[in-house]
């Protein structure tokens, strides 16, 4: 079950079990970078303020951050909001790494990374059309964990953390406590993937699957190399932009050496995320000879103008990533102050197009409920 992985031979299945062995005895001094670094990251809103020299009015380290940038959006907000803000800070906490922290500019409250993790007293507004499960993911369970929606691909839960928390998340209100948590656990869910001989791709997503320990990563593409009718499999993660240390050599190895063809779908929104640690970790993907790909979301007074998409478009083809979507905000619950209009993606498109060489341009594109595939806004 474990062959083709890591070196790719057959020691390989001794190597993991000791490697497995070494994880339970882990300290903070053995653990990789990356696993460091997310446990230092920013998990409050006092702190990321401070670090960019941005004033925090009062003492409550959930709501002054956030009260400022109601502030600054001309509100004037009520204790009983405070209380409320808090209640959803508790659910989905600041959650920042230092990496993507040091890519903002201090002392600029619009800042457009700041932007996409700050707190907002708007995450409390209600908004029509707005709900808790805005693309059908509920309706969509092939088996515990695993979500299908389109012919041929399915799409696996295989974690609840993320390396940051992005405010217009679209799956900010998950039940992840749903999924399988163990490799055994998933046993009964990988038994229905190999019974269903329509599937050829399968996108690891969560969460972020790249919070998964290589330990644990090796495993289950282990168990996934073994599915004879697979093809392809698809990693949708975040942690390459916002904790670039995440990528490897020993990552890369992984999925260089599985049978089923690798594509990473990393997602940047908008070009100041695109440099030092961040693009040298895009060359060492594409180097690896992993084709990636990006996928934005448009939000509003962050990334919303064609001149910011076109320098993101090119920021990534220049290292050889490709833009693949550009979604029209999810209407999840909380989100609604980043929603644009959808005349706006068009313009910005047509406009793209006149710019920059056809692979650049990405698609617009909305996920609808019950449909096929994702809907392009054309
Ligand atoms: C978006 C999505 C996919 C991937 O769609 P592609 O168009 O192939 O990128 C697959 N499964 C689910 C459940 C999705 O939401
Ligand atoms: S990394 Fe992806 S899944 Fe995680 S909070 Fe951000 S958008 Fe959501």
């Known amino acids: 079950m474990i062959k083709n992985l890591a070196s790719g031979d057959k020691t390989a299945p001794k190597t993991i079990s000791r490697d497995q062995e070494t994880i339970s005895v882990i300290t903070s001094k053995n653990k990789p970078q990356w696993q460091r670094e997310l446990a230092n990251a920013i998990r409050s809103a006092d702190l990321l303020c401070e670090r960019l020299g941005l004033k925090a009015i009062g003492s409550d380290a959930t709501t002054t951050q956030a009260k400022a940038s109601g502030a600054e959006a001309g509100m004037t907000q009520k204790d009983g909001d405070e209380a409320s803000l808090s209640a959803v800070l508790e659910q989905f906490p600041v959650l920042v790494p230092e990496s993507f922290l040091k890519r903002m500019t201090p002392q600029n409250p619009r800042d457009p990374l700041l932007l996409q993790v700050l707190p907002s ?54 039940p992840y406590h749903q999924s399988p948590r163990s490799l055994e656990q998933w046993g009964p869910s990988l038994d229905k993937l190999r019974q269903n001989r329509q599937i050829e791709e399968i996108i690891l997503s969560g969460g972020d699957p790249l919070v998964l320990s290589d330990q644990r990563l090796a495993k289950l593409i282990g168990q996934l190399d073994a599915i004879n009718h697979l093809k392809r499999i698809r990693v949708h993660t975040r942690l390459p932009i916002v904790l670039p240390s995440r990528v490897t050599e020993g990552l890369l190895d992984l999925f260089r050496h599985s049978r089923l063809q690798p594509i990473f779908v990393v997602h940047a929104n908008h070009p100041n995320e695109i440099v030092d640690d961040c693009a040298e970790a895009i060359v060492r993907m594409v180097r690896a000879g992993i084709p990636v790909l990006n996928q934005a979301v448009l939000l509003k007074g962050i990334n919303d103008t064609t001149g910011t998409q076109a320098e993101l478009c090119r920021r990534l083809i220049n290292l050889g990533a490709i833009p693949y979507y550009l979604h029209q905000l999810d209407r999840i619950e909380g989100a609604a102050h980043f929603e644009t209009g959808v005349a706006l993606g068009k313009k910005i498109i047509e406009e793209l197009k006149q710019q920059l060489p056809g692979y650049a341009v990405p698609k617009y594109v909305r996920e609808i409920p019950g449909e096929p595939g994702k809907t392009e806004l054309t």
């Open 121 to 174: 007293f708007h995450e409390l507004d209600k908004a029509v059309g707005y709900s808790f499960d805005p693309v059908g993911d509920r309706q969509s369970v092939f088996a515990p964990g695993i979500l299908q929606k389109y012919p041929g691909r399915a799409l696996m839960i295989t974690v609840g953390q993320c390396a940051v928390h992005c405010r217009y998340c679209f799956r900010r209100n998950y």
